[in-house]
């Protein structure tokens, strides 16, 4: 029955955002019309969903139908091919709502060559969850959200850099959530400067990102609040190879060329899987320029703040055609309050 | 009964915008439960909407009671007082919804001494309709609407000046909407040279706005389609005593000083109740920084333009505090296919 796919597709969403590089999944066991073992992949390394689901059914999973959001892998990876262990397991049917476009090998054939009957039934709200994750996993780079407080006239700041506070105290609680789906934070040294935020997620049981900071001249202070924090680890790229610290808690990360293309290969190797981008004017706009940002959130205080326009977040050399100006799609609008919040995705 | 008072506001909302300095009103008369006359003021000069709805009902307005969305007047304008007409009718009750704080005498007394019954049932929805034409009337202007059209960073167009269009076609057909709810649309020399529009409503029974042109320096490109299209009059406010035009559609509005306030004046004297700013960076940021603004309509695509924002919408040469910048309140926010409309009152 279709309602224990989409029991599957909840479970992934539910992870979603928690498995770093790896794809978010959820896998449900059914026999005889009962539930009997339900899975999520809960972490890179940990057990895949398909496998956690079937560790608790035991044996109630031989003649089951297992629903999975996303194909089951065929490879040795962190843990041993999904595949096997459905097969192992006895299981009768697999029903699965996404091809993974990454794999190697035919999962399908396996099942099928050992008496495994394998349907695909196509679901649109679990394509969506791993859009980004198909694109991501082949360039070798993280999935990349780009955050921006603004008023209306599209400035992230006054010309004298006031921006404390733009957007208002619920925009405040969504960013926390936005941070708690995202394994780390890209910002930069001017804005760490202006504003001295620490980047952590002040909800209950929120995960707390890393916190990457993009300094190319390496001109960090390290007095300012966010060093003070060792609720996680600091990575600092940059082309200064004297920058040094002795903190354990901060990484200098050398790159002789810290384009943002490199920057985020090298955070990927590190396990980075999403990353969220909460920046000022610069880093933002040259994010929204490069080719990897997969989605744009927009916070929009119904200011308008004027000026010669110094902090508009985007803000470019370049001066493109109406043509070939940075297309997005919206995916969602609402009201926080008297703040709009806009969810775009690249085109 | 409430409902008939809500009705009666309906009728109000209806001819909302087509009263020129009037205000919108609707009017319902009911005997023994049954509505036996209806009415609305259409337009500045006809009917008000009592005695509209006080002539359809006749002989059946006596004994009954009628619902006006705002306090009957009692004073002799274009026409003689609602008030008089209500007592001469014998209608024995009068409920309205909102009481008209630019009336000088007191109808209630009127009508009390006149053994009519009067009660005041505050409706938020018809306030709203009236806060604008309370604030003008008093200071003797339009209610001024800013319209923009813009990307999602605030730019009207490119550095280039491209603008055409940054906005879909369903935008444009909100805009017609907004066009027939203004009796004029104020405009500068620059816009028209960039795009030359025309201003028109291209809706089936769509109300033709005045065509206001502001340009200090007087100088005017007259073979634009705008002057080619003498659908509704062409007003030029103009600095330049030298500026002629023979054209019978087309008045050049001299003033020594063409502030946004004098022109608000002027406009307001010529019957016009409320215009529509649509117009480039330079007009709309001077409406935005004035005090005269009392709504903005943001049509926001889902692009990001980019360059260095000479085509930002709101560019001023005073840096605000952010404590300072003005504020608006989101009064809706709505999708148009993919572009979002936010429409926002000053506060």
């Known amino acids: 029955m279709s309602q224990y796919l989409n029991y599957a597709i909840q479970l992934a969403q539910m992870v979603d955002g928690q498995t770093g590089v790896n794809p978010p ?18 972490r890179k390394g940990d057990k895949h969903a398909e496998v956690q689901a079937l560790d608790m059914a035991k044996a109630a999973a031989n003649g089951a139908t297992i629903y999975i959001s996303l194909e089951p892998c065929s490879h040795y990876g962190s843990t041993p091919p999904c595949v096997n262990k459905i097969i192992e397991f006895g299981i009768s049917k697999v029903v699965y709502a996404v091809k993974d476009t990454t794999l190697s090998s035919k999962g399908d054939e396996i099942l099928q060559n050992a ?25 070798g780079v993280p999935e990349v959200t780009v955050k921006v ?20 105290k619920t925009v405040k609680q969504d960013v926390f959530m936005l941070r708690h789906k995202h394994d780390a934070v890209i910002t930069g040294t001017g804005t760490l400067n202006a504003d001295n935020p620490q980047y ?25 609040d966010i060093f003070q924090q060792p609720t996680t680890p600091i990575w600092i790229f940059t082309e200064n190879k004297n920058l040094k610290n ?7 990360m050398y790159c002789s060329n810290c384009t943002i293309e490199n920057i985020l290969k090298q955070l990927y190797q590190n396990g980075i899987g999403r990353v969220l981008v909460e920046a000022g004017p610069t880093i933002t706009s040259e994010f929204l320029q490069s080719n990897f940002t997969n989605e744009l959130i927009l916070y929009y205080a119904p200011k308008i703040i004027g ?41």
Chains 1, 2 share one sequence.
Not at 208 to 220: A, H, N, T
Not at 246 to 252: A, C, G, L, P, S
């Open 25 to 42: 999944v959820g896998a449900v066991v059914v026999n005889q019309g009962r539930i009997v073992g339900i899975g999520a992949h809960l």
């Open 200 to 224: 952590t997620t002040r909800i209950e049981q929120g995960k707390q990102p890393i916190r990457v900071i993009l300094s190319k001249s390496g001109q960090v202070d390290f007095t300012l």
């Open 115 to 139: 008496g495994v009957k394998v349907e695909f039934h196509h679901k649109p709200d679990a394509e969506a969850l791993y859009k980004d994750f198909f694109i991501t996993n082949r360039q």
């Open 149 to 168: 407080s603004c008023s209306l006239d599209g400035k992230q700041a006054t010309d004298s850099g006031e921006s404390k506070w733009i957007t208002n």
């Open 307 to 347: 000026g010669s326009g110094d902090n508009q977040f985007f803000k470019t050399e370049n001066v493109f055609n109406l043509s070939d100006v940075p297309q997005f799609e919206i995916v969602n609008s609402k009201m926080l309050e008297q703040n709009i919040k806009l969810e775009l995705r690249k085109k």
């Open 246 to 252: 002795q903190d354990k808690n901060i990484e200098i």
